[in-house]
């Protein structure tokens, strides 16, 4: 999905992330395990200064909604996104290499391709395949892509750049065929591809059971569906009903999915979790069991499965770089684990000429982020001067698409996973091959915080650059410190937001070196 960098390989003779980059006919891949990323001195970028009004940085649900409002009142509005097609990971929309039927598509799929064409009929001009990879703050920024080193200097600036999915580590989540839901979903929806033909789905939270709904519809054999949450109960009757009233259509979607389950006979486990997964060269078996209230197994509640694919989704983190560079304000939210940017009902935030949307500055979902980046557009618009509509259907999405959030997590409510299903030789670093041993031993010789654990383990100093274990790290350290978790304890981000040459780096600041 872009972040992890583990899928880098030589394409053409040139090293690329081949998660991002499309297949055409006659492409020579190759495995390359010291690849780097694109070197400048094979090609020149030609240098391109932008100056829009409007400059949204991600193309998803928030992102859109917001360049289209802007547009529609009036703004030059530029929209770049790093991936090939807009639409982020909630509207994935199927690669060009597919004849798509525009009457079998999904209504996700409709919405997306709406709003897509909204933004389009808005005028907003759209840079797709096009990374910001630095910024010295709101009114400049650097962005490579398509061939292109872009200086951008907007006068007011809307991130938008989405979440990641958390990952959580266990032995053999390092195993080929062991994937995040997202990713799967990606597969599915976008390629066309099953992540394996028999799979199975764990974590928490609505996106398992869709994905693991798609799966059976797509002619997958789901072994079970994981849950961390416990089973609904009376204590929870309120949750359901506010969701009910809040988004009737959502739950019907949800019913809908269990339905699917249900007739295909899915095993739903509720208070479970895959607690391991093994094969020989990629994953073959995966080991699922109980969890107590504190998220450890519960010894003799194990099961095997036999398996090509084990699908694990725990949760979300905001990609929130490019916004902390330029100095928002985050806060820890303990309920959602992860730094949410302090800003107001339209994504403001409290520097001059920025907004945050969407799911970067805390997650929400789709709906939530469509509704705050519509206010944020018209907001935008207002303060350049334009004259811009009321969004009164915006705001009143969003109250009720925060009150469904809430009822959601109140069903969902289960213990957090951090550590409690590593063992000594897990890897807690992916990157850079850091065991969960390496990380205690670190803590328990003095080491307080994750700046200085990476200075003595290299934890978090891979091509991912911290993205899968600094949430792990930072609860591990504020569990040893019994101190808070505040923005402070997570890794400072760093420049340039994604791994990039020197050779690339140096052409994009200095033309004509």
């Known amino acids: 999905m872009g972040v992890c960098h583990d899928c880098v390989m030589t394409v053409d003779g040139t090293p690329l992330r081949t998660c991002m980059t499309p297949v055409r006919d006659g492409m020579m891949v190759e495995v390359e395990l010291d690849a780097q990323l694109p ?38 509005v530029l929209l770049v996104d790093e991936r090939a097609k807009p639409g982020g990971q909630y509207f994935k929309q199927p690669s060009d290499a597919f004849d798509v039927d525009e009457q079998a ?60 999915e958390r990952g959580v580590p266990l032995p053999g989540w390092t195993l080929p065929g062991f994937m995040t839901t997202g990713a799967a979903q990606t597969l599915m929806r976008a390629y066309q591809v099953l992540p394996g033909r028999r799979v199975l789905v764990s974590g928490n939270g609505p996106l398992n059971i869709q994905v693991a709904a798609e799966l059976v519809r797509a ?32 739950m019907r979607d ?21 607690v391991r997964a093994v094969g020989q060269g990629r994953v073959e078996r995966a080991t699922v069991a109980r969890l107590d209230s504190s998220g450890r197994p519960v010894p003799g509640s194990d099961r ?15 990609s929130n770089e490019l916004a902390r560079t330029i100095g928002v304000e985050h806060a820890y939210d303990t309920a959602l684990g992860q730094l949410v940017a302090v800003r107001g009902p339209d994504g403001r935030t409290g520097i001059d000429d920025v907004w ?48 469904f959030q809430r009822a959601l997590w109140r069903l969902y409510a289960g213990p957090r996973l951090v550590d409690q299903l590593a063992g000594p030789d897990t890897l807690v670093c992916r990157c850079e091959s850091v065991p969960l041993r390496a990380v205690d031993e670190a803590f328990s010789d003095g080491i307080a915080t994750i700046g ?19 949430g792990v790290l930072a609860e591990l350290a504020a569990r040893r410190s019994a101190g808070p978790i505040d923005e402070d304890a997570w890794f400072a981000p760093s420049l340039p937001f994604k791994p990039l040459p020197v050779g690339v780096v140096a052409d994009a600041l200095e033309p004509g070196r």
């Not at 997650?363 to 009164?392: I, K, Y």
Request: glycine share 12%; charged share 20%; with cysteine.
């Open 105 to 164: 598509v999904d209504p996700q799929y409709r919405r997306g391709r709406e709003l897509v064409a909204r933004v389009e009929r808005a005028g907003a001009t759209v840079l797709m395949g096009v990374q910001v990879w630095a910024a010295t703050g709101p009114h400049e920024l650097h962005a490579l892509g398509n061939g292109c080193a872009y200086a951008l200097h907007p006068r007011r600036l809307v991130i938008a750049t989405g979440a990641y």
């Open 304 to 318: 095997d499965f036999d398996v090509d694919a084990v699908c694990a989704g725990f949760g979300f983190l905001p």
């Open 219 to 250: 002619g997958a054999t789901v072994v079970a569906l994981c849950e961390t949450a416990r089973p609904a109960s009376p204590r929870r009757a309120g949750a359901v009903a506010a969701m009910a009233a809040s988004a009737p259509d959502l």
């Open 254 to 274: 949800g019913i809908g999915y269990a339905r699917t389950l249900r007739s295909a006979r899915v095993p739903m486990l509720f208070g479970h979790s895959v």
């Open 452 to 470: 200085a654990l990476k200075r003595v383990t290299r934890a978090g100093m891979g091509r991912c650059q911290g993205r899968y274990c600094a």
């Open 39 to 76: 070197d400048a001195t094979t090609a020149r970028l030609r240098h391109v200064v932008l100056e829009p009004d409007v400059l949204v940085v991600g193309a998803g649900p928030g992102g859109l909604a917001a360049a289209a409002a802007a547009a529609e009142a009036g703004a030059d």
């Open 356 to 403: 945050v949307v969407g799911d970067s500055g805390g997650t929400g979902g789709a709906r939530l982020a469509q509704a705050v980046g519509l206010l944020a557009g018209s907001s935008v618009a207002r303060s350049l001067g334009l004259r811009a509509t009321e969004p009164h259907d915006a705001e009143r999405d969003r109250t009720r698409n925060e009150r």
